[in-house]
């Protein structure tokens, strides 16, 4: 067991999962699963230790006899020899029938440089040995083990790629020479300069490095792991719907709008694709980035094309993008009400969605690149093209014009893969089962995300919203707990609110303010909930920490002044009106004066503590 060379390809089990190889340095291995490539790391000695126990159990060792163009010759050619030797010859050590052998089998193969019975007599001790053909290959000549460079220069020269070499960037090995001739330059004589690596030792030091490790460490962790796997199996489907791949592109034009034609910006395109015929089978077009909001719109389009005479229907799997924003969303509460099954592709990893990524590259190379305002897919093939200042489509247009050009080109084209026109297939495969679809406007009421609300004034309040409807007066006196809200995230302008005592009735509540919600988005509305609380913010910026405590203080201060300011003039007008005329009097200006507004009489010229009020003066009175 001990004896046991781990080597690349090599396949083994733990527990009942299979892994593969993929790279062997002298004290550790880099392995990956099969199945889904994932890269992982073990010791040599942890892998012996494991195998020993059983955990690990080898499935299969690259033959040790490997046929290829450039050693099958002379493995055939050794075999021959040796064959022949052992067959013939009782002691095949012996000089002299060895060589009357070798002079048939050389004349036999026409071998115009036979080997030396030293030679074959090598081949045939080894052969016997290890008792395999193992002897046959041509072994490798193992350079000196040793360190060919002092332990200063060795120790630089692996400082020198860790620090240089593995780092962002594309680092070459002259950069490896220069950094250890600055960093040696004050420790070693100019003699022992001369003696630094040469450019060729680096490189065969550099090439013997695990590539995954020099990826990580130039280009991260998940461009290593993508280059770590292989392609992947090719999904094989059987049967029409079985299985559809669902992805959000950004299109290689920009748009204008049709009102003031400004240049808006580059579109989203959201597609659908049906594997096994390559149907275009959904499709929603937008300025709204990749979330589950959009890949909605394309399930609402996809289960209800079959209505309109279009290739579509309800699939049983779907291959979305992957996100979080699926989780708890309606777009997993209505693909679970039509029970279709969801695998989400693996984040940023194409391979799991190939046919609808081939299809974006189709799309823009067929269309998009041809159309006034495009970006085309690099800055090289832009050249000196204005995209902006040659914009001239809306989305409306934009969105008729691959509407037409996927039903009347690429659906009527002959597919590389299929071999078939993808239309013709279509019909064909579903002439006699016609897929599953819906009405608009039951798919309507099934993609929408339900919200526990509460009816107050036959209103309910979702997302900062609100939605009225007489029926939800009526009800909010019959119910008292909450009810659902079913809200369809690609339109707020109006919910529906399942009646909570009577099994399938729904009430339509419209907005309290249409103008705001008429085709409102989700994403949209959260948008300009964020502009807002944004320009809040910058209001209490310029206000302060504590200003609003300073004038509602300054308010409260205020109206306490005008109480006490109307308080005194009531008090005044009441002695005026009681007899108390020494107010008005010429003689005592110092108290009153000319009395022209009782509102703006003086508080000090009231001596409260003379001044006496009957009992049934209260302050009531006085308000």
């Known amino acids: 067991m001990d004896s046991i060379k781990l080597v690349i390809g090599q396949r083994f089990q733990i527990l009942e999962d299979e892994f593969e190889i993929t790279f062997a340095s002298p004290d550790q291995i880099r392995y990956a699963t099969v199945a889904g490539g994932k890269s992982h790391q073990m010791t040599i000695v942890n892998f012996m230790a494991h195998l020993k126990d059983g955990t690990i159990s080898c499935l299969f060792t690259p033959g040790s006899l490997q046929l290829n163009g450039d050693n099958a010759s002379g493995i055939i050619r050794r075999y021959r020899y040796i064959q022949n030797a052992l067959q013939e010859l009782a002691q095949p050590q012996s000089e002299k029938p060895l060589q009357e052998i070798i ?9 115009p440089k036979p080997p030396s019975t030293r030679t074959v007599k090598r081949w045939i001790h080894a052969f016997q040995l290890t008792n395999d053909e193992t002897a046959l290959q041509n072994k490798k000549r193992i350079g000196s083990r040793f360190f060919h460079f002092s332990i200063e220069i060795e120790q ?38 001369k003696h630094l690596p040469s450019m060729r030792t680096l490189q065969r030091r ?16 998940r461009v290593a792991d993508l280059m770590a796997k292989a392609a992947g199996q090719s999904i094989i489907t059987y049967a029409p719907l079985q299985l559809v791949e669902i992805d959000t592109h950004d299109l290689d034009i920009i748009l204008i709008d049709p009102e003031t034609f400004e240049t808006i910006g580059r579109p989203y395109l959201a597609l659908a694709i049906e594997v096994y015929t390559r149907v275009i089978i959904g499709m929603f077009i937008s300025f709204y980035p990749a979330s589950a909001i959009t890949t909605l719109a394309v399930i609402k389009d996809m289960v ?40 989400p592709s693996q984040i940023r990893t194409p391979d799991n969605k190939p046919h609808v990524e081939r299809m974006f590259r189709t799309i823009a190379e067929g269309l998009i690149h041809k159309c006034s305002g495009t970006t085309f897919s690099n800055p090289k093939e832009r050249g000196d093209y204005n995209s902006s200042k040659k914009a001239a489509l809306t989305l409306d247009q ?51 995300t339900p919200f526990l609300k509460s009816i107050n004034a036959g209103r309910v309040r979702v997302n900062s919203l609100q939605y009225y409807s007489h029926a939800l007066a009526t009800l909010e006196q019959q119910y008292q707990g909450k009810v659902t809200v079913l809200v369809d995230e690609l339109d707020l302008n109006s919910v529906y609110v399942q009646h909570p005592l009577i099994k399938g009735i729904t009430i339509l509540a419209e907005s309290t303010n249409p103008d705001y919600t008429r085709n409102l988005t989700i994403y949209a509305h959260q948008e300009a909930q964020k502009i807002k609380k944004e320009l809040g913010i910058a209001d209490l910026r310029k206000l302060g920490d504590n200003d609003d405590l300073v004038a509602l203080g300054l308010l409260m201060k205020k109206i306490q002044t005008q109480i006490e300011t109307n308080l005194t003039a009531k008090k005044r007008r009441w002695r005026i009106n009681n007899g108390d005329h020494s107010l008005t009097t010429p003689e005592s200006p110092n108290k009153l004066g000319k009395v022209t507004s009782l509102a703006h009489l003086p508080k000090a010229s009231i001596d409260s503590s003379t001044t006496k009020l009957p009992a049934s003066f209260t302050s009531m009175d006085m308000e």
């Open 304 to 343: 209800t094309r079959p209505k309109h005479g279009l290739p579509g229907g309800i699939p049983a799997q779907i291959v979305p993008d992957n996100g979080v924003e699926f989780k708890n969303s309606s777009f997993i509460r209505t693909c679970g009400q039509l029970a279709i099954t969801v695998s």
């Open 398 to 448: 934009c969105r008729s014009n691959i509407n037409e050009w996927i039903d009347t080109v690429y659906q009527r084209t002959k597919h590389s893969s299929t071999g078939r026109v993808p239309i013709f297939h279509w019909e064909e495969v579903t002439k006699k089962i016609p897929p599953l679809s819906m009405a608009p406007e039951d798919i309507d009421q099934i993609a929408r």
């Open 156 to 193: 630089m020269l692996l400082r020198a790629i860790h620090e240089v070499y593995l780092q962002t960037g594309k680092k070459t090995c002259r950069d490896i020479r220069a950094f250890m001739k600055a960093e040696l330059i004050s420790v070693l004589s100019k003699d022992e300069l």
């Open 103 to 111: 002079a048939r089998v050389a004349e036999s193969l026409l071998d």
């Open 206 to 221: 550099v090439k013997k490095l695990d590539p995954y490790i020099v990826n990580v460490a130039r280009h991260g962790k």
